[in-house]
């Protein structure tokens, strides 16, 4: 084998070690407020932030934003996200992370007849990495909780 031929062998290896990070997740992700009435997501009043943090090993700023789903479960629905990204870096730890928006409408319907549910926020999508795409990646995940209003008198309201 020549050494040119070796050398190139190399280099595709590398590359090809970039889609076995899929598996687990990359990143953090953190949903805020991790807590939200019932009657605020009923009604859609204002967004829910999603902020995928960066670190020393990935950079949150080389997802392809097009690419991202924001899915949660119990039921498995795929959040509108808002046009308007920002980047900056919301942890202070000199790494630019990614910062999305979605309606907290979006969550209606989650509750049913619970007093409260959590809902897990996922994040997928993909990464472009020296003009390299790679295949979908679950970038990570949070928790937030939907809970019934509260009525007049303190008691959830139904």
């Given at each position: 084998?020549?050494?040119?031929?070796?050398?190139?062998?190399?280099?595709?290896?590398?590359?090809?070690?970039?889609d076995?990070?899929?598996?687990?997740?990359?990143?953090?992700?953190?949903?805020?407020?991790?807590?939200?009435?019932?009657?605020?997501?009923?009604?859609?009043?204002?967004?829910?932030?999603?902020?995928?943090l960066?670190?020393?090993?990935?950079?949150?700023?080389?997802?392809?934003?097009?690419?991202?789903?924001?899915?949660?479960?119990?039921?498995?629905?795929?959040?509108?996200?808002?046009?308007?990204?920002?980047?900056?870096?919301?942890?202070?730890?000199?790494?630019?992370?990614?910062?999305?928006?979605?309606?907290?409408s979006?969550?209606?319907?989650?509750?049913?007849?619970?007093?409260?549910?959590?809902?897990?926020?996922?994040?997928?999508?993909?990464?472009?990495?020296?003009?390299?795409?790679?295949?979908?990646?679950?970038?990570?995940?949070?928790?937030?909780?939907?809970?019934?209003g509260?009525?007049?008198?303190?008691?959830?309201a139904s």
């Open positions: 084998m020549s050494d040119k031929l070796s050398r190139r062998r190399q280099e595709s290896s590398v590359h090809l070690s970039f076995t990070l899929e598996p687990r997740q990359l990143l953090s992700v953190s949903v805020s407020p991790h807590q939200m009435s019932h009657r605020t997501v009923a009604h859609g009043h204002g967004r829910a932030t999603v902020r995928i960066s670190d020393a090993s990935v950079d949150a700023t080389t997802i392809d934003v097009p690419s991202l789903k924001v899915i949660a479960t119990p039921d498995g629905r795929h959040l509108k996200l808002d046009s308007t990204v920002e980047v900056g870096d919301v942890n202070r730890d000199g790494h630019t992370d990614l910062i999305v928006r979605f309606r907290r979006e969550l209606a319907g989650l509750l049913g007849s619970a007093h409260a549910v959590d809902v897990v926020i996922d994040v997928q999508g993909t990464r472009t990495v020296h003009g390299l795409t790679s295949n979908v990646i679950d970038f990570g995940h949070d928790t937030l909780s939907i809970v019934a509260r009525g007049r008198h303190g008691h959830a």
